[in-house]
């Protein structure tokens, strides 16, 4: 008799325990998944799992995703996911230029609209039926990222971040530097100096202008996304030395394309001259290069 009731206590555990996996199993779930920066083998672990058991997936070049990820999305049906669809910035539609690289423009209102509407139809309804939606971003999702308007508008549905190497962790290791050992500072600022981009925010007036942000010469990296070189340059002199070091660092993570430009605030104008800057390049500026 002890024996029975033990096995049936034993057996009520187990099934408790269970129970929660097996609701789980049937419910949706909705992830903003990295694929890390530059080369495709720049991808987490966690992040190639999460696509892999993937039934519906939403990227902002859909072609350029399955020739890339090829391997992994295989004939999982992707879907456009916009630039700032659901975004604070002003939205945009991506298209490739004859170079290959990403050109952001204006999208229109009706336009917009339909969209949004179809990819909120896509998601709620792959979640409501059980599947696991991805939505694939590149670097750090959360670091002016133009998907995190996603995460407010499916907070209901409890998405989960996955992370992944910004372009700011591979162009530190491309710098090859510790660049918090800045002398004046050991602080480093991130930036989009915001009111000097094309796609600053309606109306932003932010206290972060290049001017404030200079005043404690702390390290500063600059997520470039549209910035004017030369006007950066002078407001950044009226802060720091002339010949405070400055480096570009050009296609991040990539080992085919990835280059460092080095110079000082004095000389990287004349240096680049006319030279086209590509969208993916960061720029920093501090003590901690020389």
Same mark, same amino acid.
């Given at each position: 008799?002890?024996?029975?009731?033990?096995?049936?206590?034993?057996?009520?555990?187990?099934? =408790?325990?269970?129970?929660? %996996? #097996?609701?789980?199993? +049937?419910?949706?779930?909705? !992830?903003?998944?990295? @694929? /890390?920066?530059?080369?495709?083998?720049?991808?987490?672990?966690?992040?190639?799992?999460?696509?892999?058991?993937?039934?519906?997936?939403?990227?902002?070049?859909?072609?350029?995703?399955?020739?890339?990820?090829?391997?992994?999305?295989?004939?999982?049906?992707?879907?456009?996911?916009?630039?700032?669809?659901?975004?604070?910035?002003?939205?945009?539609?991506?298209?490739?230029?004859?170079?290959?690289?990403?050109?952001?423009?204006?999208?229109?209102?009706?336009?917009?609209?339909?969209?949004?509407?179809?990819?909120?139809?896509?998601?709620?309804?792959?979640?409501? =039926?059980?599947?696991?939606? %991805? #939505?694939?971003?590149? +670097?750090?999702?959360?670091? !002016?990222?133009?998907? @995190? /308007?996603?995460?407010?508008?499916?907070?209901?549905?409890?998405?989960?971040?996955?992370?992944?190497?910004?372009?700011?962790?591979?162009?530190?290791?491309?710098?090859?530097?510790?660049?918090?050992?800045?002398?004046?500072?050991?602080?480093?600022?991130?930036?989009?100096?915001?009111?000097?981009?094309?796609?600053?925010?309606?109306?932003?007036?932010?206290?972060?202008?290049?001017?404030?942000?200079?005043?404690?010469?702390?390290?500063?990296?600059?997520?470039?996304?549209?910035?004017?070189?030369?006007?950066?340059?002078?407001?950044?002199?009226?802060?720091?030395? =002339?010949?405070?070091?400055?480096? #570009?660092?050009?296609?991040?993570?990539?080992?085919?394309?990835?280059?460092?430009?080095?110079?000082?605030?004095?000389?990287?104008?004349?240096?680049?001259?006319?030279?086209?800057?590509?969208?993916?390049?960061?720029?920093?500026?501090?003590?901690?290069?020389?």
């Amino acid at each position: 008799m002890r024996y029975r009731y033990g096995r049936i206590c034993g057996c009520c555990l187990l099934l =408790a325990l269970a129970l929660p %996996v #097996l609701a789980a199993a +049937g419910q949706g779930a909705f !992830y903003l998944v990295s @694929t /890390g920066v530059g080369d495709a083998d720049n991808m987490s672990v966690r992040a190639w799992r999460t696509i892999e058991r993937a039934d519906v997936v939403l990227a902002m070049q859909p072609e350029q995703a399955r020739e890339k990820y090829a391997e992994l999305l295989k004939d999982k049906p992707v879907h456009p996911a916009g630039h700032g669809l659901f975004g604070r910035m002003p939205q945009r539609l991506v298209a490739t230029s004859a170079q290959g690289g990403r050109q952001p423009g204006p999208a229109a209102a009706p336009e917009l609209a339909d969209q949004q509407e179809q990819t909120r139809k896509i998601i709620r309804d792959a979640v409501a =039926a059980g599947k696991t939606v %991805v #939505l694939l971003d590149s +670097g750090d999702p959360t670091i !002016y990222g133009p998907q @995190t /308007g996603y995460l407010r508008e499916f907070a209901d549905l409890a998405p989960q971040v996955i992370p992944g190497i910004s372009s700011f962790n591979a162009a530190n290791a491309a710098l090859g530097r510790g660049i918090t050992e800045g002398r004046p500072s050991r602080s480093v600022i991130l930036t989009a100096a915001a009111s000097k981009t094309p796609n600053a925010p309606a109306g932003y007036h932010g206290r972060d202008s290049l001017t404030e942000l200079a005043k404690s010469q702390s390290t500063l990296v600059f997520f470039t996304m549209g910035l004017n070189l030369p006007d950066v340059v002078a407001q950044l002199k009226t802060s720091y030395p =002339a010949d405070t070091p400055i480096a #570009l660092v050009l296609h991040a993570g990539s080992a085919a394309r990835q280059r460092v430009v080095r110079a000082t605030l004095d000389s990287i104008v004349a240096q680049l001259g006319d030279e086209p800057l590509p969208f993916e390049h960061l720029i920093y500026v501090g003590d901690f290069l020389r």
